[in-house]
């Protein structure tokens, strides 16, 4: 406020600030008016960044933006903020990186820090916008030119964590919301204030409970921490069923990871999920041969590791309350004054993900599974035969000896707190695409049958002939692709495209893979199949080529990839040979992996192509003069050719499959892709299930 007093013209010294009073005395005859290029106006609507380190790792998809009030500058590039929805004692919050909200007309909130916030409802049941109103748009006649002021005691205050629903400040609206929704606090203190305070205590004490019994801390001097203690926050959750009915009241406590400091307290985080190629691989296999598959999940799970790095964190919120409630948790020598050192992992550790699955394979090779190199979250028991493939806690079980597998999911019962879902139905979750279709507001959009136009723009283009994006359109555009390649200034073109790819997904969204379909019998060798393709110069702007290929186990599209040459290629035979070589790593990885599981192999692979140029050049170094300058990784398919593990075959370009994973196609071509590859619709209810068929199909179909 010194400063803005200082920059603020007064009658008292003929109209002059203050600091320009004092310089024109001190440097005469030169201009000395304030800079006020950084000034803000004070009560201006902003989004503060949220540093990498702050996000919750959980939420991949979380907001990069939290919304506050802008209050005062603080030395020529700090601006200090009050966030609304942080908890008492952290409302202050004082950033270089601040996005401001000034003018009538400009969009309030970025779209990123809305996302997954669900609208306020009315006392009748109706939604309202879940944009802020501002004081200057109750008014009759706003002027254009000044901010909107925001009246702090009625402003409505958006909530930026991930999945919580929007409240308002306003004092008279909370019983209505709380009667008809249940609202996830984000402390504890509003927690036990609240209207399900005794749901939310019971939940609070079952999970210290539970971290007591599992020893996941010691009691110790805070003069005995080695590193400083970290703090650590309970989240809650209303858990529901399948029917969307309430099911529980959750409450985890947390460690706030972003303040672990690496060679302290942390060292390795990296823990690897079941790649996807893998899982269709070995669902493929279950239904060609018709397996059981059951299903698992580990409740808790990242608090079975158990740690190797000295961590300390501050005592837990509400434990004091706890054991003055259960006096017979209460260790000997307990004080207010002590802290806890960590055990066991907890939620929110850097660590804790890698710590969960080194113990959960000495937990699987005590049973006689070994973990596979190829993968490794997937484990090959030999002697039974029997695979396990695991996504963090959730397990897929497999096999022909069901006698085997239910043995394994008693054992697996009596080491961790296991929940049986029984045979496997659906993995990893479903329902993605009508969710996004939802948040954008096209869930009845009229759909195409197409994902892209022929011809269109496929490529990031600064300007096109100066028809750049509006700040509006840049915000939209970056919050629909999402985790796809973000353009900073994209074109209008670059809108309607991701909206037809919306549109399609509106089309297709009943659409599954199918895995399966052909009886194989035990021991009987299996077919790959492989295809690679590539177009060439298509990007138009950088001359780069698109290539793309795909992999069939009987029949069963397992994976794929498509993507942009890192470099131009100067001919079509470079190209498609540069594809062919992509595609040939794909398939030493896939005879790795069956090599591992003991699953015999029909050999030489075929991979087709549809360039005699590249096929010769697969074969036999020639074309010396126009190839010489290919990088020698991408000669790696003549090893495999040579070794007989890859034999490179000709195909015409109507039956290349792969065809379309390098360019747009019409709505014919493009039936027929979907055809070859297996993708067809299914009823919605089993959108994005697991689903396979042991009968056999006409092989003489694509």
């Known amino acids: 406020m010194v400063r803005k007093t200082n920059v603020t013209a007064t009658r008292?010294?003929?109209?002059?600030?203050?600091?320009?009073?004092?310089?024109?005395?001190?440097?005469?005859?030169?201009?000395?008016?304030?800079?006020?290029?950084?000034?803000?106006?004070?009560?201006?609507?902003?989004?503060?960044?949220?540093?990498?380190?702050?996000?919750?790792?959980?939420?991949?998809?979380?907001?990069?933006?939290?919304t506050g009030i802008y209050l005062c500058m603080e030395g020529s590039q700090i601006y200090t903020c009050w966030v609304p929805s942080r908890?008492?004692?952290?409302?202050?919050?004082?950033?270089?990186?601040?996005?401001?909200?000034?003018?009538?007309?400009?969009?309030?909130?970025?779209?990123?820090?809305?996302?997954?916030?669900?609208?306020?409802?009315?006392?009748?049941?109706?939604?309202?916008?879940?944009?802020?109103?501002?004081?200057?748009?109750?008014?009759?006649?706003?002027?254009?030119?000044?901010?909107?002021?925001?009246?702090?005691?009625?402003?409505?205050?958006?909530?930026p964590q991930h999945g919580q629903t929007t409240t308002s400040m306003t004092s008279a609206m909370l019983p209505d919301l709380r009667k008809e929704v249940i609202t996830e606090p984000k402390t504890m203190t509003e927690a036990l204030q609240g209207p399900q305070r005794e749901h939310w205590l019971r939940a609070i004490h079952s999970e210290l409970r539970s971290l007591l019994t599992k020893g996941t801390w010691r009691m110790l001097d805070r003069n005995q921490a080695h590193n400083r203690p970290l703090t650590v926050k309970w989240v809650f959750k209303v858990k529901k069923n399948e029917d969307g009915n309430l099911d529980k009241f959750k409450a985890r406590l947390v460690v706030r990871g972003f303040e672990q400091q690496f060679g302290f307290d942390y060292n390795q985080t990296f823990a690897s999920v079941a790649k996807a190629a893998t899982w269709r691989i070995l669902l493929t296999v279950a239904a060609c041969l018709d397996w059981e598959i059951e299903q698992m999940d580990v409740s808790t799970a990242f608090l079975e590791g158990d740690l190797e790095e000295e961590v300390f964190i501050e005592m837990p919120e509400g434990l004091v309350e706890y054991f003055d409630q259960h006096p017979e948790d209460r260790p000997a020598g307990f004080s207010t004054e002590k802290i806890c050192k960590l055990i066991k992992s907890l939620y929110g550790l850097k660590q804790a993900p890698r710590q969960w699955q080194k113990k959960l394979k000495e937990a699987l090779e005590s049973l006689g599974f070994r973990q596979v190199t190829s993968d490794t979250a997937v484990y090959h028991n030999p002697t039974t035969g029997v695979i396990i493939i695991t996504y963090v806690d959730d397990f897929l079980i497999m096999g022909s000896n069901k006698e085997a597998i239910q043995g394994y999911k008693a054992r697996l019962g009596e080491i961790f707190i296991m929940t049986d879902l029984g045979p496997a139905s659906h993995f990893l979750g479903d329902a993605y695409f009508t969710r996004i279709l939802k948040k954008f507001g096209l869930e009845d959009c009229r759909p195409v049958k197409t994902p892209m136009e022929r011809n269109s723009l496929s490529t990031l283009q600064p300007r096109d002939n100066g028809d750049s994006a509006s700040p509006e359109e840049r915000e939209d555009y970056s919050s629909k692709t999402g985790s796809l390649i973000y353009m900073s200034n994209p074109s209008p073109a670059h809108s309607r495209l991701i909206k037809r790819g919306l549109r399609y997904l509106q089309q297709t969204r009943d659409h599954g893979l199918v895995l399966g379909g052909v009886k194989k019998d035990p021991g009987s060798a299996w077919n790959?199949?492989?295809?690679?393709?590539?177009?060439?110069?298509?990007?138009?702007?950088?001359?780069?080529?698109?290539?793309?290929?795909?992999?069939?186990?009987?029949?069963?599209?397992?994976?794929?990839?498509?993507?942009?040459?890192?470099?131009?290629?100067?001919?079509?035979?470079?190209?498609?040979?540069?594809?062919?070589?992509?595609?040939?790593?794909?398939?030493?990885?896939?005879?790795?992996?069956?090599?591992?599981?003991?699953?015999?192999?029909?050999?030489?692979?075929?991979?087709?192509?549809?360039?005699?140029?590249?096929?010769?050049?697969?074969?036999?170094?020639?074309?010396?003069?126009?190839?010489?300058?290919?990088?020698?990784?991408?000669?790696?398919?003549?090893?495999?050719?040579?070794?007989?593990?890859?034999?490179?075959?000709?195909?015409?370009?109507?039956?290349?499959?792969?065809?379309?994973?390098?360019?747009?196609?019409?709505?014919?071509?493009?039936?027929?892709?979907?055809?070859?590859?297996?993708?067809?619709?299914?009823?919605?209810?089993?959108?994005?299930?697991?689903?396979?068929?042991?009968?056999?199909?006409?092989?003489?179909?694509?």
């Open 12 to 66: 008292a010294i003929d109209g002059l600030t203050p600091m320009e009073s004092f310089l024109n005395e001190a440097f005469p005859g030169q201009d000395n008016k304030p800079d006020l290029s950084g000034e803000r106006i004070c009560g201006s609507q902003v989004t503060i960044h949220i540093p990498q380190e702050r996000r919750l790792r959980s939420h991949k998809f979380g907001p990069r933006g939290e």
């Open 528 to 702: 790959i199949t492989a295809w690679a393709d590539s177009d060439w110069k298509g990007d138009t702007v950088t001359g780069r080529s698109t290539f793309g290929w795909l992999v069939q186990l009987e029949g069963s599209t397992v994976s794929w990839r498509a993507k942009r040459h890192e470099t131009v290629a100067l001919s079509t035979t470079e190209a498609e040979y540069t594809a062919l070589s992509q595609c040939a790593r794909e398939l030493a990885w896939t005879r790795n992996l069956f090599s591992e599981l003991l699953l015999p192999l029909h050999m030489p692979i075929p991979l087709n192509g549809d360039n005699q140029g590249s096929l010769k050049l697969c074969r036999n170094p020639e074309l010396h003069q126009r190839t010489k300058h290919i990088p020698l990784t991408e000669h790696h398919i003549r090893e495999e050719v040579e070794a007989g593990n890859i034999d490179v075959q000709y195909v015409s370009t109507h039956e290349q499959v792969a065809d379309g994973l390098t360019k747009p196609l019409n709505a014919v071509s493009h039936g027929q892709f979907l055809e070859a590859i297996r993708v067809s619709a299914c009823p919605i209810e089993e959108a994005g299930r697991i689903i396979w068929s042991t009968e056999v199909h006409d092989d003489s179909v694509p």
């Open 87 to 159: 908890r008492k004692g952290h409302q202050i919050v004082r950033s270089a990186n601040v996005k401001f909200y000034e003018k009538v007309g400009e969009k309030e909130l970025l779209t990123e820090t809305e996302h997954d916030v669900e609208p306020e409802i009315r006392k009748n049941g109706a939604p309202i916008s879940s944009r802020p109103q501002s004081v200057t748009e109750q008014t009759k006649t706003p002027s254009p030119q000044r901010s909107e002021v925001i009246n702090l005691q009625h402003a409505e205050v958006h909530n």
